[in-house]
């Protein structure tokens, strides 16, 4: 519009206008006062809450403590004790600071998950799980030079290392989500390792080892906290979830084994006979009692019966073949046979 134009609006039209503009404004929602479902957000502010309990991570890394364990037990022949320690919150600056090399350290990617995480595991359970792969007492190799590097023979077994503990993460995050690993860069010196900013927030989970004279070495996971957040309604609802009745299962786990490792004692009624009471009083020893075979022997187990059966041999050894269980009715004695199926016992 030219100034010309302009200067044919009279001061009440352009009051006008200013007065539609000023009216525009009051119909903007403001969601602190209009409606309660409707929060307003900052897009300048980062959100810096996980979202969920570090508790779901403590559970996921327990899972993964186990898995480990098997695993190194099968590939490398070593069985170490393996505990997990508490996740920590930490700015990434501090993840590392006691980490000394040389350090096997990995960077990978946790798909479908987004973002670069690290792994660093201690020289000295690779040493020992060298050891011990090669029939030694897994030994570790005590102080090494911060610029020592590790040989071809060394590097295939942190090679195998990387895949069983890749396949234990694996299987400690089925039941949340499926996912696949797959490995970026290695490196032995923690300062040429960087993923993050100083400040970014990262979620480190330690999994310790006791090797063989008292020493201890760990593995650390070291994971950005926003990696996580896409899947923390997951988290709170199948790992929380789990834990809520994990504490049940595994309580009624406990009781089934304790009772099915109690010992019985099974006895076999091979047959009765009668006798009266003064007979028993005039019995001297090597005297000889008949008595009636039974058709089917009664199976005992703890003063109560629980079979018929019919007596053999199987081998050298006598045995009893069971026929029919009793099952409680008041029709026969308090019990009723039942019809199963035949076995060998």
């Not at 102080?143 to 694996?170: A, C, D, H, Q, Y």
């Not at 949340?176 to 690993?181: D, G, H, R, T, Y």
């Not at 926003?226 to 299962?249: C, T």
């Not at 089934?256 to 009668?274: F, H």
């Amino acid at each position: 519009m030219s100034n010309e134009e302009q200067s044919n609006l009279s001061e009440e039209e352009i009051g006008a206008i200013a007065d539609g503009f000023s009216d525009l404004e009051k119909t903007v929602i403001n969601p602190s006062t209009q409606s309660p479902n409707v929060r307003s957000h900052d897009l300048t502010a980062s959100d810096d809450s996980l979202g969920f309990s570090n508790n779901s991570i403590d559970l996921l890394n327990e899972r993964f403590a186990r898995q480990l364990r098997m695993g190194l037990n099968d590939v490398l022949r070593t069985h170490p004790r393996v505990s997990t320690e508490p996740a920590q919150l930490l700015p990434f600056k501090e993840t590392m600071v006691d980490l000394s090399p040389p350090l096997s350290i990995h960077t990978f990617r946790m798909e479908p998950l987004r973002g670069l995480s690290i792994l660093v595991v201690d020289p000295n359970i690779i040493f020992t799980s060298l050891d011990n792969f090669f029939g030694g007492i897994g030994a570790s190799i005590g102080e090494l030079t911060p610029t020592r590097i590790f040989t071809p023979t060394e590097s295939s077994i942190i090679e195998l290392l990387l895949n069983i503990v890749f396949g234990s993460l694996k299987e400690a995050w089925a039941p949340v989500l499926p996912v696949n690993f797959h490995k970026s860069t290695s490196e032995i010196n923690p300062q040429f390792v960087q993923i993050a900013d100083e400040d970014d927030l990262m979620l480190k989970s330690s999994i310790k080892f006791s090797l063989s004279e008292g020493e201890e070495a760990s593995i650390h996971l070291i994971q950005p906290a926003s990696l996580f957040k896409p899947i923390r309604d997951l988290l709170r609802a199948n790992v929380q979830g789990a834990e809520e009745s994990g504490s049940d299962h595994v309580w009624k786990r406990q009781i089934k084994d304790a009772i099915l490792d109690v010992p019985v004692e099974m006895r076999v009624t091979m047959g009765s006979a009668k006798i009266r009471y003064k007979d028993i009083k005039n019995l001297e020893l090597d005297q000889v009692l008949i008595f009636d075979l039974e058709e089917e022997c009664t199976i005992y187990v703890a003063d109560s019966p629980f079979y018929f059966g019919t007596l053999g041999k199987k081998g050298n050894q006598s045995a009893v073949q069971l026929t029919t269980q009793y099952s409680k009715d008041e029709s026969v004695d308090g019990y009723s046979q039942t019809e199963s199926a035949d076995e060998n016992s």
